[in-house]
């Protein structure tokens, strides 16, 4: 329950990256020795994820609240339970770390967000470059090889998912592999760092085309999981939504730059210090175009967000979803509260109106939950949010992240 109007102040801390944890925690399974992985969100994702390993067999334990110490040497390649396995989208991962590890893999298919069609082509595409046989027997995918050779791969969408998988799959594959047209998002080049940390040969993270050159063994050690670029981005969106004045800090600016870049074009105040960004908000705000695209252009995960700002914008904002077929689920609920949105195909027409009246909502999905929160922040009266769960998977303590600011939200339990 949120209730609207107060600017928030003060510093808030930002979490290590779900979109990394999640790819980092099965890339494990490929590490014949123990990992200790810092920084880890406290986030329902985590638990997700560290569960289905514990039901493999690997030992998994937290040091402190946010230290893992992973060690997957005694792991079976069955992947259970399939219910688990539907919870997160990242369980596709197992797919490549088993592959990479045992030659052989079955898994459910993921669940996560409902954007639409969210097809595997490309990964599949990638494992059949090394050698896989990969086939699709309703909900399971099962990918296995005599022997997994590098090969290269071109990926025709930029994707994510299969840029992690294809990466996952070549560690220790014979020889090199080269992937093409790669993703480059931060959590890619993270997961690359950790690889390497563990033993591996990965170059190119961060650019359009990874090398992997496979090597025998991963033998174990300590990474650091980089900070939440979306975490940050929604902390930043929220002071400057709320007209108030918040330093967002343990980030790396670098990986805000497109964020940053828009909010200064609304007219909200943006200072970048080494690992720090102060947002101060203003009265009034320019609608803006945005089209999210893949890194280092604007994520669609900051979509709903920015949306919510720009609901009370000057003029008609723009904005294209340039990744996802259908990511305006959320804006029905931004309707509820007086928002002028028109959705067409992949552009919401976004009209400001003078101001949001709270209003019970749902959190659609993830980031459209983070929307939503942002607007009864905005809102004037009371705004209750249902659907929690899903804010739950990927942000740690949003609700007393925000309290600490001054805000007025409490969750209530049922
Ligand atoms: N695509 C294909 N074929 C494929 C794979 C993807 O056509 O084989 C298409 C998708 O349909 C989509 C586009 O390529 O249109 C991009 O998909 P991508 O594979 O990059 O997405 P993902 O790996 O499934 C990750 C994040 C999402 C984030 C996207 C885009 C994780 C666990 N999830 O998903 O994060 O929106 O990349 O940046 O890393 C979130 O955190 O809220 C979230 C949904």
Known sequence: MVKGGKPLYGEVSISGAKNAVVAIIPAAILVDGVCIVENVPNIKDVQVIVTILEHMGAEVAFLDAYTLRIDCRGIQKQTEPDAMMRKMRASYYLLGALLGRFHE?????????????????????????????????????????????????????????????????????????????????????????????????????????????????????????????????????????????VLVKNIIPKHMESISAKLIETGAKVTEYDDSIRVEGVSTYEGVQIKTQPYPGFPTDMQPQIVALLSVAKGTSLVTEGVWDNRFQYVSELHRMGANIRVDGKTAFVTGVDHLEGAPVRATDLRGGAGVVIAGLMAQGITEITELEHIDRGYENLVEKFQALGADIQRKSC
């Open 105 to 245: 893999a079955k898994v459910t298919m993921p669940g996560g967000c409902n954007f639409g069609v969210r097809p595997i082509d490309q990964h599949i595409k990638g494992f059949e470059a090394l050698g896989a046989e990969v086939r699709q027997d309703s909900d399971v995918i099962v990918a296995s090889a005599e022997k997994l050779l590098g090969g290269n791969v071109y990926l025709d969408t930029v994707s994510v998912g299969a840029t992690i998988n294809i990466m996952l799959a070549a560690v220790l594959a014979e020889g090199t592999t080269t992937i093409e047209n790669v993703a480059k998002e931060p959590h890619i080049v993270d997961l690359a760092n950790f690889l390497n940390a563990m033993g591996a040969n990965v170059k190119g993270a961060g650019t359009d085309v990874i090398k992997v050159k496979g090597v025998k063994k991963l033998s174990g050690g300590i990474y650091s999981i980089i900070p939440d670029q979306i975490e940050a981005g929604t902390f930043m969106v929220a002071a400057a939504a709320t007209g108030g004045n």
